[in-house]
């Protein structure tokens, strides 16, 4: 029995006990992305579940011009007709099934890929879940596409960003002067149905016409490229007949079916997104998990005067649940709406040890509404000034250091250093129109919640 367990932590099996298993990296990380920030306007769309999520993402896609590069990043994805079954056992489905697909960016893909010349590189999280004999799943149906990559994230333990980039080809027509036309979305929306349909969400696009945005895509990209350098094969283990290829590679154009905005009463739904341009005067940027996560975060907490207003999925991270309380403590106005409902038994003891905490503290705590499946959004808003948003939580795995004594990396599973760490994208901008537009449904969630009680 210990040989076996060894084995399988040797083989990067186990992790820890509380997260599904997956492959970790195999080398040491090396903190090297610094955050960037840019003075002056800079051009965005903003977009919140369960309203403008799926149309947002699938229209990123089915609008991006003939030759354009994709490039994706997503922990998971989550088949809408049960051809993925979540973390144990194997998954799939016949060709037929698959075919059907109704996760309308599955579709968006192949159709981008297969009529206008669009490729593709996708990095997702391997869970060592196997396909089915004889089936097959959505990763295997894309890898199985000329032009389109799928690789599994190796840089650090977890990919937890959700990000999609589009690139078109450089003269494009219609991409004017400096403006590239190429878009970058950064968002807490998993793929799958709840996350897309049912959940609270929030992210931001960045649209890239020739304004300070372009640096902010620049250093996306280079996060990406680092990873993608990073990455391992994605394997697909089975094989199909010649009939069934002929079905998979078909450039036969697949319906792309958008569900409309579900009808939630009480919810407060978010307008149709419109891309519009921050003030010449604000300042916007992008940080990385784990780079130099926790210090940016910590330095922009510690400047706070008078407010701190967070929506958030989870608090579990004891630094972060210090500061909070240390700023409470010291008369800052805090806001916290949290998730009412988390998924994980793990996580909602973290985030109950923090709010209890909190609560005991003498600070007032309010639980997002019910009618969500879970609130996963991640933003604060400090002094009403500054808006930060995450694809992570504040959470150990989301933003945390390296070790002391290790120089600044993340030594690889299963050294005795090592440490189980997410790559998440964060965004910023001291914006006031971008903060209104996040304060406005912060405000309206925290109308329609409750509030906490310790016997949450
Ligand atoms: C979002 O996806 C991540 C990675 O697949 C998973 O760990 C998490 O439980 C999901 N969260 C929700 C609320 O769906
Ligand atoms: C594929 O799966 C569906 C649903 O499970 C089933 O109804 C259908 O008969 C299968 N088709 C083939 C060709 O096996
Ligand atoms: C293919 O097999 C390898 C080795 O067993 C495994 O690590 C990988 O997850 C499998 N890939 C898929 C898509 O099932
Ligand atoms: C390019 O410029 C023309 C003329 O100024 C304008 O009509 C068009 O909307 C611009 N296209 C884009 C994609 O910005
Ligand atoms: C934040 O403030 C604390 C003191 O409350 C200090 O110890 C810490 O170094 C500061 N962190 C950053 C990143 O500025
Ligand atoms: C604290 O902030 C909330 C939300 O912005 C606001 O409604 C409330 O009036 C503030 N309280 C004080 C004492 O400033």
């Given at each position: 029995m210990r040989g076996l367990v060894a084995a399988l932590v040797l083989a990067g099996?186990?992790?820890?006990?509380?997260?599904?298993s997956f492959d970790h990296q195999t080398q040491t990380y090396t903190v090297s992305h610094k955050p960037v920030s840019v003075d002056g306007s800079i051009n965005l769309e903003l977009f919140f579940s369960p309203d403008h999520s799926i149309d947002t993402i699938t229209n990123l896609i089915q609008q991006a011009p003939d030759g354009s590069r994709i490039d994706i990043g997503t922990p998971s994805m989550d088949s809408w007709v049960g051809c993925t079954y979540g973390d144990s056992g194997c998954q799939g489905c016949n060709v037929t099934g698959m075919r059907g697909e109704t996760f309308p960016v599955f579709p968006a893909i192949l159709n981008a890929a297969h009529q206008r010349s669009v490729s593709f590189r996708i990095i997702s999280n391997n869970y060592n879940t196997p396909t089915c004999e004889g089936q097959i799943a959505p990763f295997d149906w894309l890898a199985l596409q000329s032009n389109i990559e799928v690789r599994y994230f190796a840089?650090?333990?977890?990919?937890h960003e959700k990000y999609v980039q589009v690139v078109p080809p450089a003269?494009?027509?219609?991409?004017?002067?400096?403006?590239?036309?190429r878009k970058g979305a950064v968002s807490?929306?998993?793929?799958?149905r709840t996350s897309f349909t049912k959940n609270r969400e929030a992210g931001v696009v960045l649209v890239g016409k020739?304004?300070?945005?372009e640096e902010l895509l620049d250093a996306l990209t280079a996060v990406f490229e680092d990873d993608w350098s990073r990455t391992t094969p994605y394997t697909v283990n089975n094989t199909y007949s010649p009939s069934e290829m002929s079905v998979i590679t078909s450039p036969a154009a697949l319906p792309v079916t958008i569900p409309s905005p579900p009808s939630i009463p009480g919810e407060f739904v978010t307008p149709v997104p419109t891309v519009f341009s921050t003030s010449a005067s604000s300042t916007s940027g992008v940080f990385v998990s784990p780079d130099y996560s926790m210090d940016t975060l910590l330095a922009d907490l510690n400047t706070t005067q008078s407010s701190l207003e967070i929506h958030i999925y989870q608090v579990t991270d004891d630094t972060l649940c210090d500061k909070i309380e240390e700023l409470f403590n010291n008369g800052v106005n805090v806001t916290l709406l949290a998730s009412?409902?988390?998924?994980?038994y793990y996580d909602k003891n973290g985030a109950r040890y923090c709010y209890k905490r909190l609560y005991d503290a003498g600070m007032s705590i309010r639980l997002t509404p019910s009618?969500?499946?879970?609130?996963h959004q991640k933003y604060w808003i400090i002094d009403g000034k500054k808006l930060g948003l995450s694809t992570?939580?504040?959470?150990p795995t989301d933003f945390n250091w390296p070790m002391?004594?290790?120089?600044?990396t993340y030594p690889a599973?299963?050294?005795?250093?090592w440490q189980d760490a997410n790559r998440d994208l964060q965004f910023f901008t001291t914006d006031a129109g971008v903060i209104q537009r996040f304060r406005q449904v912060l405000n309206n969630d925290y109308e329609q919640g409750t509030d906490y009680t310790t016997s949450w």
């Open positions: 099996a186990v992790a820890s006990p509380y997260r599904p840089s650090v333990t977890f990919l003269g494009t027509p219609g991409v004017n002067g400096s403006a590239s036309g807490s929306v998993n793929w799958s020739g304004g300070g945005e009412s409902a988390i998924y994980s009618f969500f499946t879970y609130s992570g939580n504040w959470s002391p004594g290790q120089s600044g599973f299963p050294d005795p250093d």
